[in-house]
């Protein structure tokens, strides 16, 4: 072993990964397997388990979204863990506090439209335009959240 550290991985609930579970457990697993195969000790739970269980680790890598689970990162980090993919990217990462960002920094991105509400000012869309319509108070969870319309 490496180190006598304790490392736990915190992997997705499936809801957070509409058409892309697989994918996302791949990921997951291969860094786990990869940390295990340079010599760490390595324990995994979903992000559900941890939410529930106040696990603890002095390191913890994570493709949680759920708010119990960033939650308990936020409070793990507080605690004096090591977090990758720490609760303030993942607060960030949720589609209206990203677009903000980005639009905030002028980070080149797609031209993005806030609409908060039905008064909400909107350019004058084009009648052979196409757009994306996304959920913007979180990552999507079931394909409809993400939806090509004209």
Same mark, same amino acid.
């Given at each position: ?10 992997? @997705? ?27 760490? @000790? ?92 996304? @959920? ?15």
């Amino acid at each position: 072993m490496k180190s006598s550290f304790t490392v736990l991985g915190v992997s @997705r609930g499936g809801e957070f990964s509409p058409n892309m579970q697989g994918s996302d457990a791949a990921i997951f697993n291969a860094v786990a397997c990869h940390l295990a195969n340079y010599g760490y @000790r390595v324990e995994v739970c979903s992000e559900y388990e941890f939410a529930s269980s106040n696990r603890k680790a002095d390191v913890i890598f994570t493709m949680a979204r759920s708010l119990s689970a960033i939650k308990c990162l936020e409070e793990a980090e507080r605690d004096g863990a090591i977090v990758v993919n720490p609760s303030s990217g993942l607060r960030n990462a949720v589609r209206l506090s990203m677009t903000r960002c980005l639009m905030k920094a002028s980070v080149p991105h797609p031209e993005s439209w806030i609409v908060l509400s039905p008064d909400s000012q909107l350019p004058c869309f084009e009648k052979d335009d196409a757009y994306w319509v996304k @959920r913007a108070d979180g990552c999507a969870q079931i394909a409809e959240d993400v939806c090509f319309v004209r």
